[in-house]
Each structure stands twice: as C-alpha cells, then as structure tokens.
C-alpha cells in the first residue's frame, strides 16, 4: 500500500526521523553536548554528582507521569470521535496531569533531604531540591507537547522542543562556567528551562484555543486503568539505563568514579540521541504499514541486519575516536572513561534491535509480553549490577548495562515468534556485531595512536563487504520494498 501522494514508508521513515528527530530528542542532545564542555569546570565529583541527579529526575520525572501520554493518544485519537469528547480528553488529561504535577514537586522536595543524606551525607541538598521543578514543568509539559503530536503540529512541537534545549544549553554554561555555580548550576539551568518549556507548552494550547480544564470522573478512571499498569514496564526501562549511577555511588561512596562513568556512558550516549532515538519516532508508527505486506515478516529481517550493521558501524566510530575526542575536550582526569565508551554504544545498538524485534508482539496485541521482558531484562540489570559493581567497580556497572539489553534484544525476538514470526538473520547479526565489538577492542587496546583508531573504524565495511554480511545489491532491493510499503 502506498501513501497518498506517493511517498512510500522509506520516505516517511526519513520525513518523520528529521521532524521528530529534532524535536524529540533535542534535550537528549543537549544532555550529550554539556556534559563534556562543562566537565573541566565541574570535574569528575561534580559530573558524577550531575549524573545521579539526571537519573533522578528522569526516575521522579516517570513516576510522577503516570504514562499518561500513552493513555491521551489511545482515548484522544482512537476513542474521541467528536471534537466535543476530544476537548473532553485533552481537558480532563490536562487536570490530572497538573494534579499529579504539583503532588510530585511536594514529594521530591521531601525526597531531597532522605537521599542526599544517603548518597552524599546531606551535601547537594539544594541541588538535588531543584530537581523538584524541573520535574513539576516536564511533567506536565508532556500533555502540550503531546498534544501536538497528536494533531500534527511539528512546528510548535519543534519550537518548544528546541527552545527549552538551547535555554538548557546557554543557562547551564552560564551558571557553571562564568557563574561558577557548580553542580547547583547545571540544576538551576534545568529548572529554568523546564519552566520556559512548560510556560510555551501553554502558549501553544492557548493558541489553538483549546486550554481548557475538565474533569470527567470516569474518563479519568478508565485512563489511569490504562496508563498505570505501564508505569512498572517504565521503571523497567529505567533500571536498564540510569539506575547504575546511583547504585555506584551507594556502593562505592565516590562520585569521581561515578563521574568518570557518567562521561564515558554520556560519549556512547551519542548513538542513541542521533540515531537511535529518530529512527524509533518514525518506526513506532511505520512497521504498522509494512504488517499489512505479504513479505513483512521478510522485511522485518532484512530491517533487523541492516540496522544493526549502520549502528554498531557508528558505535564503532564512538569507540575507536572517543578516546581522542575525550582527551581533546575534557583532559586526563576523566582517562579512564574512554573505556566505558563502547560498553554504552553496543547497548544502545541491542535497544535499537529490540524496538525493531519488539514490533511483532505489538501486532499480536501481546503488551503484557513485552512488559515482562523488559522487566526480566530490568531485573538482570539490577542483580548484576549488585553482584559486579563491587568487585570491578564501573566496569560491573558497564558488563551489567550490556548483559541487560542483551537479553532485552534475545527474549523480545524470541517470545515474538509465537505471535508474528520472523526469519531472524541471527546468525549474521550476531557475526556483524561481533566484528564491530572486535574493532572496538583493537582500537582501544591497540596502539594509542590516532591513525590506529582510525585505521580499526575504517576497517568496518571492507570487511562486511569481503565476507558477504551485508551486500549492496540486497540494501537496494530494501529500499525498493520501504517505498512500495
């Protein structure tokens, strides 16, 4: 089937990469760009402190969502079928969200006192009671932004995306660097900018007149019945990505080691924010399509191996130049965080693999499945992350993260066959990932020479090539299927 005006999937994949791409993970960016340039004024206590921090809010940041975003797109773009019950939707979704918004700004600050005199024996008080804020106007941010989504507005959603990224950005450099504020600096930065996201969120409901608080008592009821069960299959996702850095500071008590992990799993971080994460905005929606081919399961495959053969090339590059890029922007004292780098990026791939693998059971209806994985693939993390962390410190932490996307990736593409089977190309996946993870180790254990690392990253594609993993030929007959989908 073809899209009206004959664009095919491949260039809606590419068309809604670009628009959401920018928009949606432009803090995701900004996240990945600070940390570096503010490195050397903070160093390696001051980015681990910042680090436990991000997890922080991101873990407040989902509880206090609710996963109501999920819930507003089902009843507001399935169920609503006049404009009077989608204003019904909207408005009811708005007041619990401000609700919720206001009862979590309460809590974290509470949270504060017991939990920096855990981590940090009641230093970084104010540091982590902005987080309060910060997570009071991302919260209830998600609804506008959702909302513009939902009606295709990508302009206003790009422009408040970006706006409280570069607000981030500027405030931030400004409070660490010429203020010298410290770590409280990169917090007071967020909070302002959460706030200018949250206030241009509102803006944009006001403008297109549909700022309206309601509140339908069984709406609400049948929303949060929806939405709630998701919250443990988010704190799943949570454990898999941000909760080692607090668990490194509970166990070993330094948050200079825990620095030291932030920057090189912030480096490796890179693939996810360009890669990654637009090309999963565009697929949530386009694997839809291509289900309804005969040749989708075929399809699917041959989407597995290509993507895992573009990404784990550009882990690749992260792994074998961190090294010098690490050195060039922050210096000797985070050294030792170049070796984290590849840890990061080859998980990040394995989660690529999975939102692709995960596309059957979503087919099937099969969400209580993939809830299940992802909390088996969440648990492992947190056992090995107890288990390891003691006795190899951040490298515990970095074995852990990878172990659990690892499995994340293997169960997701094993319980799906059940439901919507795929002739998974395992074997040749499996082969083009090892090669890439083989470079990296060569790049980094090699010689320290530039010119070596580049020699590892170059290496890639002749070899692919030479052994037959991936073909030219096969990557346009691809093509060819996406634009006919």
Request: glycine share 12%; charged share 10%.
């Amino acid at each position: 089937m073809t899209a009206a005006g004959g664009r095919g999937f491949g260039a809606r994949l590419a068309g809604d990469s670009l628009v959401y791409g920018l928009g949606g993970v432009a803090n995701q960016v900004v996240a990945v760009l600070l940390v570096p340039i503010y490195a050397r004024q903070l160093g390696p206590e001051g980015v681990g402190v910042a680090g436990v921090l991000n997890s922080t809010v991101s873990f407040a940041t989902l509880l206090v969502g609710l996963a109501l975003p999920q819930a507003f797109f089902r009843w507001y773009l399935r169920e609503a079928t006049t404009a009077g019950q989608a204003a019904r939707v909207l408005g009811t979704t708005l007041t619990i969200r401000i609700a919720a918004s206001i009862a979590g700004f309460g809590l974290v600050l509470l949270a504060a006192i017991p939990l920096t005199a855990l981590l940090y024996a009641g230093q970084h008080l104010v540091v982590f009671a902005l987080a309060a804020p910060i997570v009071m106007f991302d919260t209830f941010n998600a609804i506008p932004l959702s909302y513009l989504r939902a009606g295709r507005r990508p302009r206003d959603y790009i422009v408040i995306s970006i706006s409280r990224a570069v607000v981030a950005t500027v405030l931030i450099l400004g409070f660490v660097i010429v203020g010298r504020f410290g770590v409280a600096g990169v917090a007071l930065g967020g909070a302002i900018a959460a706030a200018l996201g949250a206030i241009l969120g509102v803006v944009a409901l006001l403008r297109a007149g549909v700022m309206r608080l309601a509140y339908d008592r069984s709406l609400s009821r049948t929303m949060l019945a929806f939405a709630l069960p998701l919250v443990p299959a988010g704190i799943a996702g949570w454990t898999l990505n941000l909760s080692d850095r607090p668990l490194l500071q509970v166990m070993t008590g330094s948050a200079e080691i825990v620095g030291v992990y932030t920057m090189g799993y912030t480096a490796g971080l890179v693939i996810n924010a360009l890669v990654v994460q637009p090309f999963s905005l565009a697929w949530g929606a386009a694997y839809w399509e291509i289900s309804r081919s005969d040749g989708a399961p075929a399809t699917f495959a041959r989407v597995m191996t290509w993507f895992l053969a573009l990404a784990s090339g550009v882990a690749l590059l992260l792994a074998g130049l961190g090294t010098d890029v690490l050195r060039l922007l922050v210096g000797p004292a985070f050294e030792s965080s170049r070796f984290i780098v590849p840890f990061s990026a080859f998980a990040y791939v394995m989660y690529g693999g999975y939102l692709i693998a995960s596309a059957g059971l979503n087919i099937a209806g099969r969400s209580k499945t993939l809830a299940a994985v992802m909390v088996g693939a969440a648990t492992l993390t947190l056992v090995a992350n107890l288990v390891l962390i003691g006795p190899l410190g951040m490298y515990g932490a970095a074995v852990s993260t990878v172990a659990g996307y690892a499995l994340l990736l293997f169960m997701t593409a094993r319980s799906g066959q059940g439901a919507f089977r795929v002739p998974w190309q395992v074997g040749r996946g499996a082969t083009i990932m090892a090669i890439a993870v083989g470079l990296s180790v060569a790049a980094l254990l090699g010689p320290d020479h530039l010119l070596w690392r580049v020699a590892c990253v170059a290496a890639y594609p002749p070899v692919l090539l030479a052994v037959g993993l991936v073909r030219v030929d096969q990557g346009r007959r691809l093509l060819d299927v996406l634009r006919r989908s």
